[in-house]
Every structure is written in structure tokens, then in C-alpha cells.
């Protein structure tokens, strides 16, 4: 970058050259070495400048939640399926349009059937409209069959059927469930039932997830996703109980 304030010299040098006057014009030469000396300390300002050091890159942002913090994920008015005052809370955030979620709803399965007595799962909705474009209905009409006692039945049905969640689609199911259908309907759209999926996201994002399904086991991420993933994590949680 010193080659920029050289070229600079070079020129002011060139300028005052051109610019020679007989002695009788001092005045005026004043004037140009004062320019000169002007010129040459906003081209130093530029050179160091140019020479400082870039400023360091912002750390990336996370990938996701922090494996070894533990979150506090309160149930709200999720539904429970398992043991209704089980030790152990499994929470899973995930969007019914997702084909990784359809794949570990068997996991949820296994661990509760692991640990009928101590393990409880609570859904939390995540719908990833961006690339999910049926998502967020599905889960409103998930909350919405759940106004009709049916929200499990309904969970269900949708990920069965996940590559068919438009809103004709939503209401064969509810009839399929024998719900109210306008009751249906109109709980489906309403600002209450958009709400509940908006309070889902917004924990969501507190919490870091950044994709589905994300689960967490009393609060900390399931990093293994298998039944001995959630093993590893609950029986010394159970243990330390037992001692305590």
C-alpha cells in the first residue's frame, strides 16, 4: 500500500515542477507547499488505514442448541402422553411435514415403552414454513382436534399421511376422528390456536433449535438419536432420584 502514497509523492513532485515560478512569487509557493504537505498527510491517513489489521470475523452463529446446557422447556398447553407425572420429560420440537420426523416418532414409542412408569412426551410445534408450505396448518389443526379431546389421534394421522396436509385434507381427517367439524374449522383459524403454534416457535428459537426434530431430555439435547441415545441420558438421571 506504500506504493499509493509513493504514486502520491511522484505526483505532488510533478505538480510543483510544472508549477515553478521566479523568485518574485514566493507567495505562491507558499501556498503549493502547503497544499504538498496537505496531500502527504491525507495519503499517510489512507496508508494506515489500508494497513490495519482487518477486524476479527463475528463466531459463527450456533448450529444449534448447547449440548451441555440444560433448558428450562415448560409444557404450556402441549399435551402429554405417557407417565402424566413421569420424572423424566421428553420434548420434542418438530413439523408434521418434516419425512425425519415421521421417522422417530417409533423412537418416542420405545422410550416411552422403556419407561412407562417415569417417562412423559410433550409435542412442540416447529413448522418450517419456508419449506414446509402445509406445515403450520397441520399443526393448527393437531391443536385443534386436541379442543376435541383428539390431539394425539390427530398426530397421528398427519404423519401418516404427511405428503397430504392440504386443508381439504385436514378436515377428511377430522371427520375421519368424528371431531365437530365446524367446531373444527373454526378453532383451526382461530388467532387462539395460531397463537399456541407462535408460543411453540418463539421457545424454540430461545432455545437454539435450529431444525427438526430437535429432543431434549429433561431439558438437555438428545445428541444420540436411538433408544440407547436416551438410555445413556435418563437412567442416571433415575439412578441419581433413587439415591437422592
Known sequence: ?????RLGLLLM?????????????????????QQQKQILAKLNAVEKQLERPAAAPPPPRPSGPDPEKKYELPVGSSDIKGAKDGAITIVEFSDYQCPFCSRVEPLIADALAAYPTQARFVYKHFPLESIHPHA?????????AQKQGKFWEMHELLFANQRALQPEK?????Q???LDIEKFKADMNSEEVKQNVREDMRLASTVGVRGTPTIFVNGKVLRNRSIEGFKEMIDPILATAANG
Open 1 to 5: 500500500m506504500r506504493v499509493i502514497a
Open 13 to 33: 513532485t510533478a505538480a510543483i515542477a510544472s508549477a515553478c515560478t521566479p523568485p518574485d512569487n514566493s507567495a505562491e509557493l507558499a501556498e503549493i507547499s
Open 136 to 144: 403450520m396448518g397441520a399443526s393448527q389443526a393437531a391443536i385443534a
Open 170 to 174: 385436514l378436515v377428511e381427517y377430522a
Open 176 to 178: 375421519q376422528l368424528g
